[in-house]
C-alpha cells in the first residue's frame, strides 16, 4: 500500500467520498438493526470448498460397463457392414467373361496355326520332282546327289 503523503489531492478527495458513504452505510444498518450492532466480518480467504466426490455403486459400474460394451460392439458392427459394400460378380456374368476369353484365345490359336502342310497335289509334284532328281543322278553313276 502507498503512504497517503505520495498521494494526490484527487485521490484523496475520493478516498474522503468513499469512507463518508460508508459511514452512511453503517448508520442504515444500525438503523435497521435498531441499534444492535452485528459485528462486520471480514472477507476472508478460507480454504476452497472441497468437491463432493461422487461413488457409484458397483452394480451400477456393471450395469455402465456391458452398455458402453453393447454400445461399442453396435459402433464396430457398422463400420464392418460399411467394409463390405465391395462389388461381386454373379455366377451368369463370370461364365459371360470366360466364354468371351474363350472364343477370343480360339481365334488367337486359329491365327496361328495355319495349316502348313501341302496340299496333296502339291506333295505329288514334289515327289516326281525328286523321283527325276535321283533318276539323273543314278544316271550319272552317283550314289548321292
Known amino acids: 500500500m502507498t503512504n497517503i503523503t ?11 467520498a468513499i469512507k463518508e458513504q460508508i459511514e452512511v452505510l453503517q448508520s442504515q444498518i444500525e ?7 452485528f459485528p462486520v466480518p471480514f472477507a476472508e480467504e478460507g480454504p476452497a470448498p472441497v468437491k463432493r466426490k461422487y461413488h457409484m455403486s458397483a452394480a451400477h459400474r456393471r450395469k455402465l460397463i456391458k452398455a458402453l460394451a453393447r454400445a461399442r460392439k453396435i459402433r464396430w458392427a457398422k463400420a464392418k457392414a460399411a467394409k463390405k459394400g465391395k462389388r461381386r460378380l454373379s455366377a451368369a456374368g463370370r461364365a459371360a467373361i470366360a466364354a ?16 502348313r502342310r501341302s496340299s496333296p497335289a502339291v506333295r505329288a509334284k514334289l515327289a516326281a520332282a525328286a523321283r527325276a532328281r ?3 543322278v543314278r544316271a550319272e553313276g552317283k550314289s548321292r546327289l
Do not use: Y
Open 134 to 136: 535321283w533318276a539323273r
Open 6 to 16: 505520495n498521494l494526490t489531492t484527487t485521490q484523496l478527495n475520493q478516498i474522503i
Open 100 to 115: 468371351g476369353a474363350m472364343a477370343r484365345w480360339v481365334k488367337v490359336k486359329a491365327a496361328k496355326k495355319k495349316d
Open 31 to 37: 438503523s435497521i438493526a435498531d441499534g444492535h450492532e
